[in-house]
Structure formats: structure tokens, C-alpha cells
């Protein structure tokens, strides 16, 4: 039977072993933490169910879809409330709604009224392809305008990426962009003919499991079996047709070596920057993949103490509004039932990023009374919270920015010169938990096909 070491056991790597191991491989996932799961942690405190990285999956993959059956999640997928519908944007200091029909964009006050012109001119901006690399900015303001990037893209791309619009790639950040734009001629003509995003109509629009995103963690790794804890991968050579993988085990600082036939590296690209030897040494543009830090604050209160009906997903925060210094806030409790104790709210802020990555460096007493000021201001919150909850993610999203094209090369580069080697994770073919998932069966079905 074939050897696999599967690096890294978040969602990427326990969906590759899942994969592997029903295609009757021998797998073994190596994880450096105590815990599996990666960037998908969620914990539960004083009756709070809090998340500290995904709180949401979108738009779900057919592979999602047949995993949920597969791991028995079908009776734990949770909706998102259809009060979700409604986002918030900062404009002036207070949270704004963003429109949700063609009604609601007529008297919406999240854009102005020239704004609101120019951006629907956008069905008039000529067609551009040079073939060149657009960053987000550069093509929201060519097609929609100043004001659709201040307050529609700029806080959008806070909220999904933790970026920069003037830096991320619009064709690797968000692809349908310009497949629309090429294929109608226009983003508004191709939304108007409801071929949008997603050509299928997913089962579900906005999900969580009933325990959290752990759920889907907890559910993999029974069926996987194999993910060794505690285990950090410090280097990876090919010898005579099969690989090593060395190891430190626990507080054990020998290393133990591993033979295998193949190996599936999920771990995040800085990570490989760490390894004494690795396939990725010969592709110095990896090294370029930025990983903003962020920090994620869970803030519960009774729900008398804040002034807002927070009747909707959230608000997000454009960089132009700088008195406020959060990124954005998810409105947990409104979102999914069972976040917070009865007459209580869960409020999840994120802080830093690309925008203000020193902010993230603060004492985390410091941190909080950034996110109680600004939640103090825009949804009227009183008094101490019942529950605080800090995650540090000292890097966080890998940025796809503009020559992202060179980096998707390089890895490929890297798999077709390593038989035996492949890559998956969220640096990959999109950031979101689906498409990291997708990356991960992509990357067992590759490696299966060469052992
Ligand atoms: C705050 C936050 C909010 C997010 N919100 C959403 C959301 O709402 N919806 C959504 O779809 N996506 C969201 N994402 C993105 C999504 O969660 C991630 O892109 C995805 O979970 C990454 O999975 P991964 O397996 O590629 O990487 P990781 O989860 O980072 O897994 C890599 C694993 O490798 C391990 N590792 C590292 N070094 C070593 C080593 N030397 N040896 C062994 N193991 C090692 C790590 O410990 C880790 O477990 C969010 C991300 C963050 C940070």
C-alpha cells in the first residue's frame, strides 16, 4: 500500500488525507499544534459559541455538498438568519446599510447621489483587456468609480481578504470580476442576466454546523484517524524516488524521520521559509506572498446594553472613515442561533491587516479598548462585556496582489519538477474554506495519479 505524509492538518490537509484514505492510501497527517483544525477554531465560554477564524462558509462546492453527507453534518448545518441579507457599511461615522435591491439603491445613503450615477454608468465603461495584471482598485475605479471603491470595495476586500485594494490582483482575488466583464462587456449586464457568480444554484447560501466550525474539523479527523499532534515538519528531501519528511515530536527536539511515497504540503507558504530543505526553496517568488496579521475579538453583551437592533450580517469599515479603527464587525449572534446566552449578543471584530498591521502588535488590553471605543460609537454598546475572547493570527490571509500569475506558476512549477509532491491550501484557488478544500481533493487526486 502506497505512504503518504499529509503536512498540516487544517482544512486542507484533512481533506486531502480524507481523500486519500478512500482511495485506500496509507496516510499520516502531521500537525505542529495540539490541536487540529488550523485557521478553523471555535470554543465554547460562559454559554458564548465563539469563532476564531471562519465564522461563515458561502456559496457551497459540490465537493462540500457530498463531504457534509459523507461525514454524517447534513442534520448539524445551521442557516445563516435571512436578517443576514442586510450588511452595513461606515459612512460619516455610523453604520449605513448597503443596498439589497434595485430600490434599496436608489435611496440608499451608503453611496451619494454623483456616486451613485457614475456607478451605474458602468454599463457604458468600454471592455479592457491588455492582458495585464489589474489590482482590485484599479478596476473598480476604472468601471465603477471613487466612491463603489471607498465604500463598496475597499471595505469588502478589509472584510474577506484583511488586504488592500490597491495591492490584491482582481483576476486572482476575485476571478468572476473580470470573466464578467469579458464575457457581457459589463458587471451590472452580467448580473442582470443572473450569470453572476456561481453558475449553479448552491443548496445553501451562507452555513455553520451546529458546534461551530470545529464541527467539520472534529467530523474529518475521525474519519481520517491518523493526524499526528504536537508534530512540527522541520525539513522535506526526495531520496531514491520516495521522500523524507523530518519531524520534532512534542518538547522532543531529535528528529524523527519519516519514508514515504508521496507527500501533500498544506502548510502556509511562510512556513516553508522555516524547513531546512523543502521543494520550495527553488522558487524564490513564493517568498513574496504576504500574510497580513490580524487579530479576531469576540465581544458578548447583555443585549439591553447595545443601543443598535444589529439586524444584519454586520458592517464593514472603508479605510476613508479614519476615526474608526476596526475592520469590520460580524453581528454573530444575529447571524446563527445558539451564539449567545438568552438576551445576550456576540459581537465579532476584526483588527489590523493590511490596513493598520501595527495595531495588531498592541497589549491585548490595548487592542480591546480599540474595538469597545469604536463599538461604543457605531452601535451605541454600554458597559463591561461578560465574555472577551482574543485570537492573534500573526499571519493571516495570504495576499493574492497583483503578480499573483508568477506565484500560481511557480507552484505548479514545483509540483511537475517533485513526482511524488503536491501543494494544496488556501494559496491555492481562493481563501475561502470551499476553495481550500477544493485545493486539497485537487491535491490527492494529483498525487494519486502519480503513485
Ligand atoms: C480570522 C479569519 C477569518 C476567516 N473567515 C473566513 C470565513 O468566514 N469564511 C471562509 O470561507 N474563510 C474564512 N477564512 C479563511 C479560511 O479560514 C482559511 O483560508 C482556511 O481555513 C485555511 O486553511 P489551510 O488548511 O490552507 O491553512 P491552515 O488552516 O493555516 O492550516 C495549516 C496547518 O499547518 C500547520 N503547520 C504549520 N507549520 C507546520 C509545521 N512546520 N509542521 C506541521 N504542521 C504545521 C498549522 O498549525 C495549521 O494547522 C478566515 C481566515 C481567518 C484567519
Same mark, same amino acid.
Given at each position: 500500500?502506497?505512504?503518504?505524509?499529509?503536512?498540516?492538518?487544517?482544512?486542507?490537509?484533512?481533506?486531502?488525507?480524507?481523500?486519500?484514505?478512500?482511495?485506500?492510501?496509507?496516510?499520516?497527517?502531521?500537525?505542529?499544534?495540539?490541536?487540529?483544525?488550523?485557521?478553523?477554531?471555535?470554543?465554547?465560554?460562559?454559554?458564548?459559541?465563539?469563532?476564531?477564524?471562519?465564522?461563515?462558509?458561502?456559496?457551497?462546492?459540490?465537493?462540500?455538498?457530498?463531504?457534509?453527507?459523507?461525514?454524517?453534518?447534513?442534520?448539524?448545518?445551521?442557516?445563516?438568519?435571512?436578517?443576514?441579507?442586510?450588511?452595513?457599511?461606515?459612512?460619516?461615522?455610523?453604520?449605513?446599510?448597503?443596498?439589497?435591491?434595485?430600490?434599496?439603491?436608489?435611496?440608499?445613503?451608503?453611496?451619494?447621489?454623483?456616486?451613485?450615477?457614475?456607478?451605474?454608468?458602468?454599463?457604458?465603461?468600454?471592455?479592457?483587456?491588455?492582458?495585464?495584471?489589474?489590482?482590485?482598485?484599479?478596476?473598480?475605479?476604472?468601471?465603477?468609480?471613487?466612491?463603489?471603491?471607498?465604500?463598496?470595495?475597499?471595505?469588502? *476586500?478589509?472584510?474577506? #481578504?484583511?488586504?488592500? @485594494? +490597491?495591492? &490584491?490582483? /482582481?483576476?486572482?482575488?476575485?476571478? =468572476? !470580476? %473580470?470573466?464578467?466583464?469579458?464575457?457581457?462587456?459589463?458587471?451590472?449586464?452580467?448580473?442582470?442576466?443572473?450569470?453572476?457568480?456561481?453558475?449553479?444554484?448552491?443548496?445553501?447560501?451562507?452555513?455553520?454546523?451546529?458546534?461551530?466550525?470545529?464541527?467539520?474539523?472534529?467530523?474529518?479527523?475521525?474519519?481520517?484517524?491518523?493526524?499526528?499532534?504536537?508534530?512540527?515538519?522541520?525539513?522535506?528531501?526526495?531520496?531514491?524516488?520516495?521522500?523524507?519528511?523530518? *519531524?520534532?515530536?512534542? #518538547?522532543?527536539?531529535? @528528529? +524523527?524521520? &519519516?519514508? /514515504?511515497?508521496?507527500?501533500?504540503? =498544506? !502548510? %502556509?507558504?511562510?512556513?516553508?521559509?522555516?524547513?531546512?530543505?523543502?521543494?520550495?526553496?527553488?522558487?524564490?517568488?513564493?517568498?513574496?506572498?504576504?500574510?497580513?496579521?490580524?487579530?479576531?475579538?469576540?465581544?458578548?453583551?447583555?443585549?439591553?446594553?447595545?443601543?443598535?437592533?444589529?439586524?444584519?450580517?454586520?458592517?464593514?469599515?472603508?479605510?476613508?472613515?479614519?476615526?474608526?479603527?476596526?475592520?469590520?464587525?460580524?453581528?454573530?449572534?444575529?447571524?446563527?442561533?445558539?451564539?449567545?446566552?438568552?438576551?445576550?449578543?456576540?459581537?465579532?471584530?476584526?483588527?489590523?491587516?493590511?490596513?493598520?498591521?501595527?495595531?495588531?502588535?498592541?497589549?491585548?488590553?490595548?487592542?480591546?479598548?480599540?474595538?469597545?471605543?469604536?463599538?461604543?460609537?457605531?452601535?451605541?454598546?454600554?458597559?463591561?462585556?461578560?465574555?472577551?475572547?482574543?485570537?492573534?493570527?500573526?499571519?493571516?490571509?495570504?495576499?493574492?496582489?497583483?503578480?499573483?500569475?508568477?506565484?500560481?506558476?511557480?507552484?505548479?512549477?514545483?509540483?511537475?519538477?517533485?513526482?511524488?509532491?503536491?501543494?494544496?491550501?488556501?494559496?491555492?484557488?481562493?481563501?475561502?474554506?470551499?476553495?481550500?478544500?477544493?485545493?486539497?481533493?485537487?491535491?490527492?487526486?494529483?498525487?494519486?495519479?502519480?503513485?
Amino acid at each position: 500500500m502506497a505512504t503518504v505524509a499529509v503536512l498540516g492538518g487544517g482544512i486542507a490537509g484533512l481533506t486531502a488525507a480524507y481523500h486519500l484514505e478512500r482511495a485506500g492510501v496509507d496516510v499520516e497527517v502531521l500537525e505542529r499544534r495540539h490541536t487540529p483544525g488550523g485557521m478553523i477554531q471555535s470554543s465554547n465560554s460562559g454559554g458564548y459559541l465563539v469563532e476564531h477564524g471562519p465564522s461563515t462558509i458561502r456559496e457551497s462546492t459540490p465537493t462540500l455538498e457530498r463531504m457534509i453527507d459523507e461525514l454524517g453534518l447534513r442534520e448539524s448545518v445551521v442557516e445563516a438568519s435571512d436578517k443576514a441579507n442586510k450588511r452595513f457599511i461606515v459612512r460619516d461615522g455610523k453604520p449605513v446599510p448597503l443596498p439589497s435591491s434595485p430600490a434599496s439603491f436608489l435611496t440608499t445613503r451608503a453611496f451619494s447621489i454623483p456616486g451613485k450615477i457614475r456607478l451605474l454608468m458602468e454599463l457604458l465603461v468600454e471592455q479592457q483587456s491588455n492582458g495585464e495584471e489589474e489590482s482590485v482598485a484599479a478596476f473598480v475605479r476604472r468601471r465603477f468609480g471613487r466612491e463603489a471603491l471607498e465604500f463598496g470595495a475597499d471595505p469588502m *476586500v478589509a472584510g474577506i #481578504f484583511s488586504g488592500n @485594494p +490597491d495591492n &490584491l490582483s /482582481v483576476a486572482h482575488a476575485f476571478p =468572476t !470580476l %473580470p470573466e464578467m466583464e469579458n464575457n457581457y462587456g459589463s458587471v451590472i449586464k452580467a448580473l442582470l442576466a443572473g450569470k453572476g457568480a456561481t453558475k449553479r444554484k448552491p443548496r445553501y447560501r451562507i452555513f455553520n454546523f451546529q458546534n461551530g466550525m470545529q464541527q467539520l474539523i472534529s467530523a474529518l479527523v475521525e474519519q481520517v484517524g491518523d493526524v499526528r499532534l504536537d508534530t512540527r515538519v522541520v525539513g522535506i528531501t526526495r531520496e531514491d524516488r520516495r521522500w523524507t519528511v523530518e *519531524v520534532e515530536e512534542g #518538547f522532543e527536539r531529535t @528528529p +524523527d524521520r &519519516l519514508r /514515504v511515497d508521496g507527500v501533500i504540503s =498544506t !502548510l %502556509p507558504l511562510h512556513k516553508h521559509r522555516e524547513l531546512s530543505s523543502t521543494p520550495l526553496d527553488a522558487a524564490p517568488a513564493l517568498r513574496s506572498v504576504s500574510h497580513p496579521p490580524l487579530l479576531v475579538i469576540a465581544l458578548g453583551y447583555p443585549r439591553r446594553n447595545v443601543d443598535h437592533k444589529l439586524d444584519g450580517f454586520g458592517m464593514l469599515v472603508p479605510r476613508v472613515e479614519s476615526g474608526v479603527k476596526i475592520l469590520g464587525t460580524i453581528f454573530t449572534s444575529t447571524l446563527f442561533p445558539n451564539r449567545a446566552p438568552e438576551d445576550h449578543v456576540l459581537l465579532t471584530s476584526m483588527v489590523g491587516g493590511a490596513r493598520r498591521p501595527a495595531l495588531t502588535q498592541q497589549s491585548l488590553h490595548e487592542a480591546r479598548d480599540v474595538v469597545e471605543r469604536d463599538l461604543r460609537k457605531l452601535l451605541g454598546v454600554r458597559g463591561e462585556p461578560m465574555l472577551m475572547h482574543y485570537t492573534s493570527w500573526t499571519r493571516g490571509i495570504p495576499q493574492y496582489n497583483v503578480g499573483y500569475g508568477a506565484v500560481k506558476r511557480a507552484l505548479e512549477q514545483v509540483e511537475q519538477t517533485n513526482p511524488g509532491f503536491t501543494l494544496a491550501g488556501n494559496y491555492r484557488q481562493g481563501i475561502s474554506v470551499p476553495d481550500t478544500m477544493q485545493s486539497g481533493r485537487l491535491a490527492a487526486e494529483r498525487l494519486l495519479a502519480q503513485l
